[in-house]
C-alpha cells in the first residue's frame, strides 16, 4: 500500500468513518450514492432491480454490501464478491458532501481484510485506464486503485455472445453513441 493511502485510511478512521455490513435493507442508501457518482462522473448507470439482484442467493458468490459513514450519515459505498480464494470490488458510490474524511479508502481496506478473513487470496479491484493515457475517463479512479498495491494485469476484458445479432448490433451503436461510454 502506499503511503498516501495507509495515511488516509487513518485519516478516514481518527475522522470516525465506520464501515458496517448492510443487507438488501439497504440498497436506497447505496442507490442515492450511485445516482451521485454517475452524475459527477458522467457514468450511465445501471437500474435499482440491476442491483437488487445482487442480493439473490443463485450463485456460489457471496456478495456483501458494505457502506462507510460518518455520524450515521452515508458518505461511500461498495459491493464485494467473494467466491473461493478470489475476492472482487464489483460497484463503488460515494457522495460528493463529506470527501474530506475520505472514506472511500477506510471503505476499501476494510473490504479487503473481510475477504481475506474470508480466505481470500486475491482481490481484484476491476477495472482501470489503459495504461498511459493520463486523460481517460477513468484515470482518477486508476490512481485511488493503485494506492493500495498490487500488479496490474491486463487482461482481454467482457466479451459478448449475442443470441439475438441483430439486435445486439442495434444495441452496440447505441451504446457506442453514449456519452459515458469509454473504450
Avoid at 465506520?18 to 439497504?26: E, H, I, L, M, Q
Wanted: with cysteine; charged share 25%.
Amino acid at each position: 500500500m502506499k503511503r498516501k493511502t495507509r495515511n488516509n485510511t487513518g485519516i478516514a478512521a481518527r475522522h470516525g468513518v465506520k464501515v458496517r455490513a448492510g443487507s438488501a435493507d439497504d440498497l436506497g442508501i447505496f442507490l442515492s450514492l450511485y445516482e451521485e457518482t454517475t452524475g459527477r462522473n458522467h457514468i450511465r448507470n445501471h437500474s435499482a432491480e440491476y442491483f437488487a439482484a445482487l442480493f439473490r442467493p443463485e450463485s456460489d458468490a457471496e456478495v456483501k454490501l458494505l457502506i462507510a459513514e460518518r455520524e450515521g450519515v452515508p458518505l461511500s459505498s461498495m459491493f464485494l464478491s467473494i467466491s473461493d480464494d478470489r475476492a472482487s470490488y464489483l460497484y463503488g458510490a460515494s457522495s460528493s458532501n463529506g470527501r474530506e474524511h475520505v472514506s472511500t479508502y477506510l471503505l476499501q481496506t476494510t473490504a479487503m481484510m473481510m475477504a481475506k478473513g474470508r480466505g481470500a487470496l486475491e482481490y481484484d479491484l476491476f477495472g482501470v485506464a489503459p495504461k498511459g493515457e493520463e486523460h481517460h475517463p477513468l484515470s482518477g479512479l486508476s490512481r485511488f486503485k493503485h494506492g493500495f498495491g498490487g500488479e496490474r494485469l491486463d487482461r482481454m476484458g467482457c466479451w459478448d455472445y449475442p443470441l439475438k445479432r441483430d439486435r445486439a448490433e442495434l444495441f452496440s451503436l447505441e451504446e457506442r453513441r453514449m456519452p459515458s461510454y469509454h473504450l
